[in-house]
């Protein structure tokens, strides 16, 4: 469970908030190589591309290595037009333990 100390350190202002209400995305997705998590791209990418404009969004999944990793890396390709190497490697060097398994890098290639 993450703290508030945590998010402040983070500067995350909201998971997302609206009139007090507090909203989330979650898909079920696997941490498998044969699960194709590309059928989530374009909805997690509306989510933060709608939510943060608001403030900071958090991504999260159980080890922040795969699944969650492999969302932001998605939602980079898209708005950036960049390459899944680049992307890959901007947020391994925020956080040094992303490594999508390699059904997930495959569908990355594919989405970029």
């Known amino acids: 469970m993450v703290d508030e100390a945590y998010y402040k350190r983070m500067k995350i202002k909201e ?18 190589p044969a699960e194709d998590i590309s059928h989530s791209f374009e ?19 159980q080890a922040g290595v795969s699944r969650s990793a492999s969302v932001v ?3 980079l390709i898209k708005k950036f ?3 899944f190497e680049k992307a890959f490697k901007f947020v ?14 495959l569908r990355l290639v594919e989405y970029s």
């Not at 998971?15 to 498998?32: A, F, M, P």
């Open 43 to 61: 909805e997690t990418f509306n989510f933060i591309d709608e939510n943060i404009r608001k403030g900071n969004v958090l991504v999260h999944c």
């Open 15 to 32: 998971i997302i908030e609206h009139e007090g209400i507090v909203s989330h995305l979650w898909i079920n997705v696997r941490d498998e």
């Open 81 to 83: 037009k960049v390459s």
């Open 73 to 75: 890396i998605a939602f």
């Open 92 to 105: 391994q060097s925020k956080r040094k333990v992303v490594n999508p398994n390699e059904g997930f890098q």
